[in-house]
């Protein structure tokens, strides 16, 4: 039977005329190959719902449901569609979603000054250089015609994110940055990762910090170039995180430390093939099956990003979002990164899984 994800990436991707893909992780330190736990499932699955936005951040999921590590451990996906992860934060913080996948925002952070219980609890993408799977992409006509060519050539461009008042903006504030003229000088509009590749095709907007896979398919399309990898403004850049709502990180805390094992043995899977070059033929059948993308040599275009395997985030790259969004005053009150952030569930599946 077809999985509801699978249906909306159809739906969304195939319209663009292309494929979707998958991320790909940080160097791993020599690692200590992990067996596989024994299964721990209950008489009736647990289910877990999940938001997704497509992303190739998300392919650990991916390969942890496809190879059967949710279900191992006696839970059972549910997976609920999103055009941009901060859009996830409302429904998180109602109880609505058990799992959701986001950056830092201001909606995030707003939640937890009015006490909404929402944690971050492990990694997606961190990008570094040679690992970014979110590019700063820019029409081909204007790349071609030598109208951009450095960042300050951005200045009064318009320039579409996903989302305003998340790591969307802040990277553009670091574009402006970078180009060396005030954030105000950028038109921003707000698009899915989706509707940019019309935009760009149509002319209705200038660049795009875009994710894989859309960014394949402005490319392929040859609407528009690959033109800065986003860890080209921050090395170490934790663009987005796992967030636990509060009932599922305290009520269903059992199920929730399942849920990162399983999660953790895909990113492992992940890295494995992505940057070690194991099982690579493997992972990518996978997910040719769980994306559009049907094409394994498409895989070979992608960008992908870093997805940390022991399950740590990056936390200066955090604390210097955080301290954005209060410079620009859109925090409701006093928060600190150690009001969200909550180890506990990656380090019980450490103890489990041996650290990579």
């Not at 289910?47 to 390969?63: D, H, K, S």
């Not at 796992?242 to 009932?247: E, G, I, K």
């Not at 093939?273 to 094409?295: H, M, N, Y």
């Amino acid at each position: 039977m077809t999985s509801p994800l699978v249906r909306w990436l159809q739906g969304s991707l195939v319209v663009l005329g292309v494929l979707a893909c998958a991320p790909a992780p940080a160097a791993p330190a020599t690692p200590a190959p992990a067996t596989a736990p024994a299964a721990r499932a209950p008489e009736a699955p647990l289910t877990v719902r999940v938001g997704t936005t497509g992303a190739l951040a998300e392919a650990g999921q991916y390969l942890a449901l496809d190879r059967g590590y949710f279900a191992e451990e006696g839970l059972q996906i549910e997976y609920v569609p999103f055009d941009a992860a901060a859009r996830m934060i409302p429904a998180l913080g109602a109880d609505q979603l058990d799992v959701g996948g986001g950056g830092v925002s201001a909606g995030l952070f707003n939640a937890i000054a009015r006490g909404v219980g929402i944690r971050i609890v492990g990694p997606q993408a961190r990008h570094e250089p040679g690992q970014s799977s979110v590019y700063l992409t820019v029409r081909r006509d204007l790349v071609d015609g030598g109208l951009v060519r450095d960042y300050a050539d951005l200045r009064g461009r318009v320039l579409a994110i996903a989302a305003r008042a998340s790591v969307n903006e802040y990277a553009a504030h670091l574009v402006a940055e970078r180009g060396g003229f005030a954030p105000a000088d950028l038109q921003l509009v707000e698009l899915g990762f989706g509707e940019m590749v019309t935009a760009l095709a149509n002319g209705a907007i200038d660049a795009a910090i875009q994710a894989e896979p859309t960014v394949t398919v402005a490319v392929e399309r040859g609407v528009a170039t690959r033109w800065r990898e986003i860890a080209d403004l921050n090395p170490r850049f934790q663009f987005t995180v796992v967030l636990y709502s509060p009932t599922f990180a305290s009520e269903r805390a059992e199920a929730a430390r399942r849920w990162m094992v399983a999660y953790l043995r895909g990113v492992r899977d992940y890295t494995d093939a992505f940057r070690r070059g194991k099982d690579r033929s493997q992972v990518v059948e996978v997910l040719t099956r769980w994306t559009p993308i049907k094409d394994p040599a498409v895989y070979d275009r992608m960008g992908f990003t870093a997805i940390d395997p022991n399950g740590e985030v990056d936390r200066p790259s955090l604390e210097s979002q955080l301290r954005w969004l209060a410079a620009q005053g859109l925090l409701q009150g006093e928060v600190t990164l150690e009001q969200v952030l909550d180890p506990r569930f990656a380090q019980y599946a450490i103890e489990r899984l041996g650290r990579y």
